[in-house]
């Protein structure tokens, strides 16, 4: 699809849940509702928005089609370097199925059922957020030695694999060490998702670099089937699971602009608030500029 097809399709009110399908929920997240087809899975993204691992009781307008269709695009882009969990012929598995509403299609996935792995890959190619403080701190970042002296969103000198463990909803993900994440899930699969996930890091940031923007840092998620093979599963280099910053307003000593939901965090930052739920409410205001920031990674991608 475009740009403009999926812009002009999307809701004009945030779609926060998923009900009335004939398929059985088998688990609902921050942002994705997962229901069981028998022999694939239908992943639907919803406009739910999260901070802090917290969900906010608004939404932003689209933000599942506009996530799903980035993805889409993403894993198009990838496949050269490892295979999607999407079957093949969305459109034919969605008529296949009953599953008219355009709404629903944009913002789903149907997908093969897979075992997903229990950490989270995170890339990081510049240092800011979390990694900077930690940087300020000890000279590292997530147990990683970086060289003296750099800046507040600097380029590091090469990608780092900084993995996470994956926490339950409501929970806080936590780093761990090259070890930890062996132990988690076997030394050799270990291996093969690090030089992947840096891999997947490299060509991001080279399409996106091509698309005007600048891929800080993002988190992959993989699984296998009965076989072992890998795949990358969930959503792909979107600014729900990235850190994109405008090229041209780029510059290190500094917390650059970015297209995601920073701008929400932002907000919420200057209220002072627990970051324990329940989570205030977001403003009109700030729910359209958050929209715009994902519609405008998006155009950024795709053209138009």
Aim: glycine share 8%; aromatic share 8%; hydrophobic share 40%.
């Amino acid at each position: 699809m475009t740009y403009a097809e999926i812009a002009a399709a999307l809701p004009k009110s945030a779609v926060t849940s998923i009900d009335g399908l004939p398929f059985p929920r088998i688990a609902s997240g921050k942002v994705r509702e997962i229901f069981d087809l028998g022999d694939a899975l239908l992943l639907t993204a919803t406009d739910r928005l999260s901070a802090f691992d917290v969900i906010l009781p608004d939404g932003i307008p689209g933000k599942g089609a506009i996530l799903t269709q980035m993805s889409n695009w993403w894993f198009t882009q990838t496949a050269g370097l490892i295979p999607g969990h999407l079957l093949p012929d969305q459109a034919g598995e969605f008529a296949r199925r009953g599953i008219k509403d355009r709404d629903l299609q944009l913002r789903s996935m149907i997908v093969k059922k897979l075992k997903p792995l229990t950490i989270e890959c995170v890339v990081r190619g510049y240092l800011v957020g979390s990694g900077w403080n930690s940087y300020q701190k000890t000279g590292e970042v997530c147990g990683i030695r970086l060289p003296a002296g750099l800046r507040q969103a600097d380029r590091l000198p090469e990608p780092i694999f900084t993995p996470t463990t994956k926490a339950p909803k409501g929970e806080h993900d936590a780093p761990i060490n090259d070890a930890q994440g062996a132990a988690a899930v076997g030394a050799a699969l270990y291996e093969k998702v690090k030089a992947t996930s840096l891999a997947l890091y490299r060509l991001g940031h080279d399409r996106a670099k091509q698309a005007g923007m600048i891929l800080a840092d993002t988190k992959f998620e993989f699984g296998t089937d009965a076989a072992g093979t890998l795949f990358l599963i969930d959503e792909v280099l979107t600014p729900d699971s990235s850190r994109y910053w405008p090229a041209d307003q780029y510059a290190p000593n500094q917390s650059p602009p970015s297209y995601d939901k920073q701008f929400v965090r932002d907000h919420l930052l200057a209220l002072k608030w627990n970051q324990q739920p329940p989570a205030p409410r977001i403003p009109a205001e700030v729910i359209a500029r958050t929209q715009e920031k994902y519609l405008a990674a998006l155009r950024n991608l795709l053209g138009g």
